[in-house]
């Protein structure tokens, strides 16, 4: 089995910031990318930021600027800065994987989430 761990959510004020990050460990084979994902109340769960093995980055719109997404292979784990954090990046964010077992199987992993609230 493969598992991702989230941590680092929490309640910040507006403009503050927070460092998520994301590990993954059980029977990986290699990591193809990995990233985050955010669901907001009320609200379908977007993609935010990912990154490939190669280093390839891709950033939602609204967070482009702001947030920045790295990885540590070594460690097969993802990070996600977020700075400048505004009310409306409030959401539950989720770590994904695409992932190789090692029976070299392609499948998506996602993380429990981890909550963060932006509020005065």
């Known amino acids: 089995q493969v598992q991702l761990v989230e941590s680092g959510g929490g309640l910040v004020q507006p403009g503050g910031s927070l460092r998520l990050s994301c590990a993954a460990s059980?029977?990986?084979?290699?990591?193809?990318?990995m990233g985050w994902y955010r669901q907001a109340p009320g609200k379908q769960r977007d993609l935010v930021a990912t990154?490939?093995?190669?280093?390839?980055?891709n950033y939602a719109d609204s967070v482009k600027g702001r947030f920045t997404i790295s990885r540590d292979n070594s460690k097969n784990t993802v990070y996600l800065q977020l700075n400048s954090l505004q009310p409306e990046d409030t959401a539950v964010y989720y770590c994904?994987?695409?992932?190789?077992?090692?029976?070299?199987?392609?499948?998506?992993?996602w993380g429990q989430g981890t909550q963060v609230t932006v509020s005065s």
């Open positions: 990154i490939t093995d190669s280093g390839s980055t």
């Open positions: 994904y994987a695409r992932i190789r077992t090692l029976t070299i199987t392609l499948t998506t992993y």
């Open positions: 059980g029977s990986i084979f290699s990591i193809y990318a």
